[in-house]
């Protein structure tokens, strides 16, 4: 039997399980991440020992489609509501070992309810913006300005963020350009201190939210003179806000919730086994 949790940020899901992955990890993934024949989930996230003596707690990181990602700023906010809940820490300042890198947290417990964390916020590290680049994708013609927050975005500002097609964020994230894919957001500047935003991410498709790639927007924005540094941005995600800072030196701060879902067991030698191409 298999112990999870499902937790979400924004709707951004995972499923949750303490200990480290299994040789079947990628196949697991796409099993029980399957909406109609799983459990249903962006993907799971194993919190693990370690590699670092810095940190406090390891994870590793398994897209729907069983690719594994280097880094999930929803996730890791998840990651520190699970430890600090179920008592695994008394601690409210965390280091986490990311095949990314060590990312710092900073725990906000319910005032309510002060044994539950409420909202995290991830210290993400520095943000590596690139100039933008023109690319044809789709008989179109976009500027996509590439981002590394530990994992790859291509970020495209656009007057209207509710009507950008999808599937030319599809198309991008998954351009021969890219080896290996890219996260890909369109985003709405609403005013210097608030940004709309969509995004496919790949491995997983089209979600609710992306922390990294709101991280990514926002740092964007800074580079391209939307945004001021030092200064809290709201940005509107379809499941919800992230507050990010992006400070003068690149390094960016990301606040957001963190809500378990439900807890339980599960027989995934039972279920039915999905292809890689599904």
């Given at each position: 039997m298999l112990q999870f949790v499902k937790m979400h940020g924004l709707g951004n899901d995972y499923l949750y399980v303490y200990g480290p992955p299994p040789a079947d990890a990628p196949a697991l993934s796409r099993l029980l991440s399957d909406r109609h024949f799983g459990i249903g989930s962006d993907?799971?996230?194993?919190?693990?020992?370690?590699?670092?003596?810095?940190?406090?707690?390891?994870?590793?990181?398994?897209n729907a489609d069983g690719s594994e990602a280097m880094m999930c700023g929803n996730g890791i906010r998840c990651v520190g509501k699970y430890v600090y809940d179920r008592g695994y820490t008394d601690k409210t300042e965390l280091v986490?070992?990311?095949?990314a890198g060590l990312r710092r947290l900073t725990l906000h417990p319910d005032p309510e309810n002060p044994a539950q964390i409420a909202s995290v916020t991830v210290d993400m590290g520095i943000a590596a913006v690139d100039d933008a680049r023109s690319m044809d994708v789709c008989g179109q013609t976009l500027s996509v300005i590439l981002v590394s927050v530990g994992n790859p975005h291509g970020v495209i500002f656009t007057e209207d963020a509710e009507q950008f097609p999808m599937n030319l964020l599809a198309a991008v994230s998954t351009h021969p350009t890219f080896a290996g894919g890219v996260n890909a957001e369109c985003a709405r500047v609403l005013s210097p201190t608030s940004l709309r935003m969509r995004v496919y991410e790949r491995g997983s498709g089209i979600t609710l939210a992306c922390g990294t790639g709101a991280c990514a927007v926002c740092a964007?924005?800074?580079?391209?003179?939307?945004?001021?540094?030092?200064?809290p941005i709201t940005v509107h995600l379809d499941g919800g806000e992230l507050t990010v800072t992006v400070r003068p030196n690149g390094t960016v701060l990301m606040t957001g919730e963190a809500v378990s879902v439900c807890e339980g067991q599960t027989c995934p030698d039972s279920m039915r086994i999905l292809p890689d191409s599904m």
């Open positions: 993907g799971m996230i194993y919190i693990t020992p370690p590699n670092s003596p810095a940190a406090d707690f390891g994870m590793r990181i398994f986490i070992d990311t095949p964007a924005a800074v580079r391209c003179g939307f945004s001021p540094a030092d200064t």
